[in-house]
């Protein structure tokens, strides 16, 4: 028996744990994930350590491990907070400065966190920034990946420190993992970029049922998110830039023949930044 069920029991609490993945929303809309389950937690990319906080102190959690998937402060911003209050250690990019790491993280390292039923390894995804990682990998039996700003329901990060190459090849390795993977992105874009999406690819009926889905979660405001790779695939352009019918959008868009399926996600990310 743990300490913490222990310590359940002694309060005379009658709890069955499960584990959950849940959403704490920070700033206007970014998501910090929470990973939980028999009084301990990770908490993935804290932006803020306020909600977080308030959360482990309601739940009566105890911080076991900080993941950092990038260097931005929408995503790191709550760490030394944190830090100083809980001591839990830092995952995060070994390529990035960041206010606080004790784990720097490469493509292939792992992260195993067993009372919690987490074993994850890492994913260079870079693109939005030059060394984003990803954690693909199992929670509690289900495959998951914290993707952080790389891949977002219908969209993608915007390319502020890698090409357009970078970011089709980190693509790549998201698409590649199992269908069933659930892909828990850091912000609720999703509206926004299905409304780009349609523009993209106005026949796709799987595209048009899940943005009927995701209209009617928002206005429940409920998190859209996450999103199974296998959806993603199916309604996501920067996913489908070797469809024949995407590809012949971008080349619409440009007003040219594309040459590759990176010049097509170029094309595709220069739309949807102007895209209103
Ligand atoms: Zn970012």
């Known amino acids: 028996m743990s300490d913490s069920t222990e310590r359940r029991l002694d309060e005379g609490r009658i ?10 929303p920070a700033f ?22 306020a909600p977080v906080r308030a959360r482990l102190q309601a739940a009566d959690l105890r911080l076991v491990a900080i993941l950092l998937t990038h260097h931005h402060n929408d995503h790191v911003g709550g760490v030394a907070e944190l830090v100083a209050a809980t001591g839990a250690p830092v ?7 960041l206010p606080h790491c004790d784990h720097p993280m490469r493509e292939g390292d792992r992260v195993e966190i ?9 994913l260079d995804v870079p693109g939005h920034t030059a060394g ?3 954690y693909a990998g199992k929670v509690d039996g289900r495959d998951v990946v914290f993707c952080g700003d790389t891949l977002f329901s219908g969209g993608c990060g915007r390319l502020f420190e890698g090409t357009p190459a970078d970011m089709h090849g980190s ?19 999703t509206l926004s970029n299905l409304k780009w999406a349609r523009a993209v690819d106005p026949g796709n009926a799987p595209l048009a049922g899940w ?4 209209d009617g979660l928002r206005a429940q405001q409920r998190p859209t ?48 930044n102007d895209f209103r």
């Open 211 to 214: 943005q009927r889905t995701a």
């Open 132 to 134: 984003h990682i990803a």
């Open 114 to 122: 067993p009372e919690l039923k987490i074993a994850l390894h890492v």
């Open 171 to 189: 693509l790549a390795k998201l698409a590649a993992l199992p269908r069933a993977t659930l892909a828990y992105c850091a912000h609720e874009y």
């Open 225 to 272: 998110l996450p999103t199974p790779i296998g959806v993603e695939l199916a309604i996501n352009p920067f996913l489908r830039t070797g469809d024949p019918t995407v590809r012949a959008a971008a080349e619409a868009h440009a007003g040219k023949p594309l040459s590759d399926e990176v010049a097509v996600l170029a094309t595709l990310r220069t739309w949807k």
């Open 28 to 49: 206007e809309d970014n998501y910090i994930w929470l990973i939980h389950e028999n009084g301990l937690a990770v908490v993935v990319d804290p932006g803020d350590a």
């Open 91 to 97: 995952y995060g990019p070994a390529n990035e400065r």
């Open 15 to 24: 709890t069955r744990p499960t584990l959950a993945i849940d959403a704490i």
